[in-house]
């Protein structure tokens, strides 16, 4: 008996990590959307059914969706954190090309077709993270993973 009970203590013991393990998000490299610096885990708003992760309490006070302040930075965040998965071309919506990935600030993103690659290959910064991450381009491309 005390085997059983031993062994099963052990067992809710694992699930219960393995629970706390799949809900866990990897913050290495995450940057606030609102200030560019490191983010953490315990400084998050709610956000397209996902959670966007912030550096500090003032910057979920800065951030604001409803201007469109900040948010192809929030629409990364989702990605890189794999809250969201692309499904289709941020620029023209149709089926991905794996030949065509590149990295837009350290996030993989593929295209359809070389010509919506070297739209996005073509700009710089802030501008690249705009024309695959804004709104429009984030209903094209991608979904939020629902947990």
Known sequence: MKRWITASAVLVALLTVSVYAADEVDLKGVKCPVSGQPVKADKTLDYKGGKIYFCCENCPKKFDEKNKLHVAKANMQLVQTKQATEEKCPIA???????????????????????????????????????????????????????
């Open 93 to 147: 919506g149709k089926d991905l090309n794996p030949d065509t990935a590149i990295e837009v600030s350290g996030v993989k993103v593929c295209f359809c077709c070389n010509g919506c690659k070297g739209k996005v290959s073509k700009a710089k910064g802030d501008e690249q993270i705009e024309l695959v991450f804004s709104d429009e381009a984030f209903k094209k491309g991608f979904k939020v993973i629902k947990k």
